[in-house]
C-alpha cells in the first residue's frame, strides 16, 4: 500500500503598505511562482499586505514560496503557522486582489506596530485567562464559534467580521475591565483592538498567532473544541490535524457533523445543524435534494456525496 502524501501547510499575514499601481503585477509573478513551485494555495493580496495559506508537498517550497514574497514586498520574513494534511487543502494556487486583506469595511483602520505590547503569547494568554478578572471575547463568524471556542468567550454571532463596529456599538461589554480577544490566525484582531480602542475599550489584548498559534503549545488546555480554517479541510483538531468529525455541509457549505441517510438515494450524509432541521436538506447533495423535492416519494442513485472542497457559498481567508 502506498504510504499518505505529508502535505505541508502554512498561514501567514503580514500588513505593510504596497504600491496600488503594483498590485496586479506583482500578484501576476507571484503566483507564476507559486505554480511553477507545485504549490496550492489562497492568497489575498492588498495596498495594505498579504494574508493567505499555502501549501506544498515540503516546507522548503513552501518557505521558499514565503520568502520571495516577502523580498518582493518589502516585508519582513512571514512567521508561518504550521499544520500537515495527507491531501491537498486547495484545488490550485491562487493570489485574489481585495481592498483589505481582512474585511473589516474600514481601510482606513490599520494595526498597531508590530511590537505592540497588547499582544499576549499562548502562555501570557494562559496565566491572564486563568488568573484575572477579565472578558474573553472571540471576533469570528457564528459558523467558526459553534464548532470550537475558548472556554467562557462571548460570541457576538457576527455573519461577517464588517459587522464588529456594530456589535461593539449595542454591546454592553465593560469598558472598564480587561478584556482578551482572538481569532483564528490573529490577523482579524489586528483590526478588532483598534476598533475596540476607538470605542473606548484601552485595556485591550490579542492572542498572538491566533487559536493555530495556541493549540500548538496548549492542545486540550483552554480551547474547546476544533479550529475552523478556511480550505478544504474545513477545520483543525486540538493536535492541528485535519477534522475528521466535519465535512462541509453539500447544502449550505457550512461545517457538517449531522450524519444522516438520504431521503432520495438512501446514501450515507453529513449536514449542518441549520439544514438537519429543513426536511428537503435531509439529502447527500443539491442534486438529490431537488430530485427529491420534485418526486419525494421515488427514490433514485446517488447523486453525490459530501465534498471536501469549497463550495460557492465559502469565503476566501481574509474575506470574513
Not at 514574497?69 to 516585508?75: H, I, P
Not at 461577517?160 to 461589554?173: K, Q, R, V
Not at 488546555?221 to 477545520?235: I, L, S
Not at 443539491?286 to 433514485?300: E, I, M, S, T, V
Request: aromatic share 10%; glycine share 8%.
Amino acid at each position: 500500500m502506498k504510504a499518505a502524501e505529508t502535505i505541508h501547510i502554512a498561514a501567514f499575514y503580514h500588513f505593510g503598505p504596497v504600491p496600488s499601481h503594483s498590485l496586479e503585477r506583482l500578484a501576476e509573478r507571484l503566483e507564476n511562482a507559486g505554480v511553477d513551485r507545485g504549490l496550492k494555495g489562497l492568497i489575498i493580496f492588498a495596498s495594505e499586505g498579504m494574508n493567505g495559506t499555502v501549501a506544498g508537498r515540503d516546507r522548503t517550497s513552501v518557505l521558499a514560496w514565503l520568502n520571495l514574497a516577502s523580498e518582493t514586498l518589502g516585508f519582513p520574513d512571514f512567521q508561518p503557522k504550521w499544520s500537515e494534511a495527507n491531501d491537498w487543502p486547495f484545488r490550485k494556487f491562487k493570489i485574489r486582489l481585495r481592498e483589505e486583506i481582512v474585511t473589516l469595511g474600514k481601510p482606513e483602520v490599520q494595526p498597531l506596530p508590530p511590537k505592540s505590547t497588547t499582544h499576549l503569547s499562548p502562555e501570557e494568554w494562559n496565566r491572564t485567562m486563568e488568573q484575572d478578572d477579565c472578558v474573553v471575547l472571540d471576533t469570528r463568524n457564528w459558523y467558526e464559534t459553534r464548532i470550537g471556542t475558548f472556554k467562557g468567550a462571548i460570541d457576538p454571532k457576527l455573519n461577517e467580521f464588517h459587522e464588529f463596529d456594530e456589535y461593539l456599538e449595542a454591546s454592553d461589554l465593560p469598558r472598564e475591565k480587561k478584556v482578551l480577544i482572538f481569532c483564528t490566525g490573529g490577523i482579524r484582531c489586528e483590526k478588532a483592538i483598534v476598533e475596540m480602542k476607538s470605542h473606548g475599550f484601552e485595556n485591550v489584548f490579542q492572542l498572538d498567532g491566533g487559536i493555530l498559534n495556541y493549540l500548538e503549545k496548549f492542545p486540550n488546555r483552554n480551547f474547546e473544541g476544533e479550529c475552523f480554517v478556511f480550505d478544504n479541510r474545513v477545520a483543525v483538531d486540538q493536535e492541528l490535524k485535519p477534522s475528521v468529525q466535519y465535512t462541509l455541509c453539500p447544502h449550505c457549505g457550512q461545517p457538517a457533523d449531522q450524519v444522516l441517510t438520504c431521503l432520495h438515494c438512501d446514501g450515507e450524509a453529513k449536514v449542518c445543524v441549520t439544514c438537519v432541521d429543513e426536511r428537503d436538506r435531509n439529502t447527500c447533495s443539491k442534486n438529490c435534494a431537488n430530485h427529491h423535492r420534485l418526486a419525494p416519494n421515488k427514490k433514485g442513485r446517488g447523486q453525490g456525496r459530501n465534498y471536501r472542497f469549497l463550495s460557492t457559498t465559502r469565503r476566501p481567508p481574509g474575506s470574513d
